[in-house]
């Protein structure tokens, strides 16, 4: 599998066009929804066991990087910052693509080889993101 | 995408053929063969033709739903004070229902298009994914749009709607990708294992990445 740029093909689903106007306006949801409301109602799954859940601190993470502290936010909850980041570089990328105009990168040939290790490393990734939380106690 | 099945080759669900059939009785038939035959309705939905159609079929149904449940949350809350800190100032006061009610299409479309791309990279991960994202996407557009009219039922219309969307997604990729139960079932309840039911004010669901690209 490798990634080549290409002109998007006659009836093709313009993914940066579309992830780009989604990103604006998740971005603008952020920054519109009022302070207190963007930590949430509260966990169930920690309000049931007294154990975080996987995205525990993802509020707080989001409301720190909202005041540019990302390492407040790391501290929060590491998985969310590292998923936010990539969907901003991506966000990034498509936008510039959009507006340039320019050929979209795509992967092409046979992933499956690959696929099971993707697989593995998002679950070690969560994994390891809810031993984090467990020990700082978040 | 060269094995993507051309739209004339499925008739589409009621709501695609509002044209004939009337915006209203699309409407109703489209929610009924969803909630209640979710297998035969995906089975005749068109895998391709926009994302448009069933955008606008979950924004309408998904805001009034969302709307109508944020009501009887809010109601609930002045009976039973069980709410506190940003729940109690969110639906507490006029002007918090007020700014909830308009951001709540933006919360529709995003939780939308987050929700299907995160369910179409697990659907890639596990090799499930058998058509484009344009397919998971109308998908779980019209599971959400259908179920969220459950949330008018008072108390338990919520819970009904959670759970009833998640068993109409699965049926509905099992029909409209051609994949296995286990396989959908993966794909959809992983981002609810997740975030296990946090309600965390529409962007957290920012867990998901952008990354997308034409993987097969």
Redesign the interface.
Known sequence: MRLCARQLEPRELDHEKLWAGVSLLAAGLALAIPEGWRLGLGCPFKAVTGLPCLSCGSGRALQALLHFDPKTALGCNPLFVAALTLWGAFALYAGVVVVLRAPRLRFVGDWQPLRARVLAGVLLAAAANWVYLLARGI | MDNVTPPTERPGLPWENRQQLGLVAATIATVRVVLLDATAGFQVMRRQGG?GDPLLFALILGTLGGLAGILWQALMSLVTPV?T???S??FETMA?LG?FAV?MP??V??SL??TA?VVHLLL????AARF???TTFRVIAYSYGSTAVLQVVPIFGGFAAAIWVLVASIFGLMAAQETTGAKASFAVLLPL????????????A???????????
Do not use: D, R, Y
Request: glycine share 18%; proline share 0%; aromatic share 4%.
């Open positions: 994302l709410l800190g940003a729940a100032e969110m918090g700014i951001l933006a919360v479309i995003v298009f987050v791309g890639l991960m596990v090799g484009g994202f344009e294992t997740l975030c296990c039911l946090c309600v965390c004010a529409g962007v957290a920012a867990v998901a990445l952008g990354v997308h690209s034409g993987l097969k």
